[in-house]
């Protein structure tokens, strides 16, 4: 049985330690500077809590640690926890930015360590079934791919406090807006289908009184020479998306030999619905919908990632898959600086 670590016990924390119970592992030691926060987490599976997370990464009955803490702790702890000798998994986004995620790549390479990056839509089965099924269709020639999230009140003429404070709630815990928050994912979505692209043009924009990105767009030229086009919005439309609550993140992938659509659902309510993928085929133009039942990919992640832990096999997705994305919303940044001027990606060679 793994004994795992959880570090930081806000919004994500439930998905991992709920999932990694589900799958078998003993919750010992939880943290949280909110000491009653991280005691709340702790009795519910007889474990220690502490308020520093070096407390958990000297713990030597932990073998394996979630970090789940504001994307700008994310460096600092992770190479704590690699220089412990610990498993990691660190949620996305790695770090907050491509010069940390590299460091991070490098150390944990060179002590060897078990290291995941917390990408869980990669584990909803549609997403599987899509990367089973584009092995067999040829290069990516056009891809679309979004993540239109629900956040009317950033539309509203007046803003709660924790959006007008300086920084935000959001900046406090995510460095950033709509690219780091729901853009990364599907970042990530389109280096696992598609490869790592080499040049993109990038458009980012922000409302009055906010010091993040509601909208954040970018071309992506894809290594074969197909592109992808993306684009991450908080937007006010109630209704919208294949579950009409207004969660809209789809993709839709394309080859020579046919098309992918696939429909993700709202990221904490995966209970509602299952993810959709519609497969049809260029030269029959047969349609396939691939459904599924309502799943929480967090357990299929934590489950997957206590299997290869145990196994002694590499994590996927690794710090590698991490850096990538980071070093992708670094240069769509940029580029946005830049009024979308066309950037080659300066690719770090870790691998
Ligand atoms: N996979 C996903 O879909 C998804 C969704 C939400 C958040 N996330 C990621 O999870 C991470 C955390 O996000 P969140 O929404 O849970 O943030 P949050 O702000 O709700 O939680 C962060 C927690 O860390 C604690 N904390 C802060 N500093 C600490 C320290 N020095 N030591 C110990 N505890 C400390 C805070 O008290 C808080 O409980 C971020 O990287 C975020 O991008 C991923």
Known sequence: MVNVGIIGCGNISRFHHEGYAAAGARIAHVCDVRLEVAQGVASRYGARASTDYRAVLD????????????????????LAAIAAGKGVVCEKTLTDSAESS?????AAAQAGNFFATGFMKRFFPAMQQAKTLLADMGEVVSLYARSWQPFGVLWDESLPREYSDRPSSVIRSYGGGVLVCGGSHILDLIHFYAGRPTQVSGQMRSREGLDFDVQANAMLWLKDGGIAHFE??????????????GW???LEINTAK?????????????ENNGALLVHQDARSGRVTEHRYPAVNPFHIEMAEILR????????????????????LIETITASANQRGALLPIPWQDLN
């Open 248 to 250: 809209d993140e789809r």
């Open 59 to 78: 713990d030597p009955e932990v073998a394996l640690v979630s970090i789940l803490l504001p994307a700008s702790l994310h460096r600092e702890a992770c």
């Open 308 to 327: 290869r832990f145990e196994a002694g096999e590499p994590a996927s997705p690794s710090a590698w898959d991490g850096y990538v994305v980071d070093q």
């Open 102 to 106: 590299t460091e991070v790549v490098k």
């Open 258 to 270: 046919g098309r992918l659509d696939i429909y993700t659902v709202k990221w904490d309510h995966p």
């Open 232 to 245: 991450a919005l908080w937007h006010p439309h109630a209704f919208a998306g294949y579950e009409r609550n």
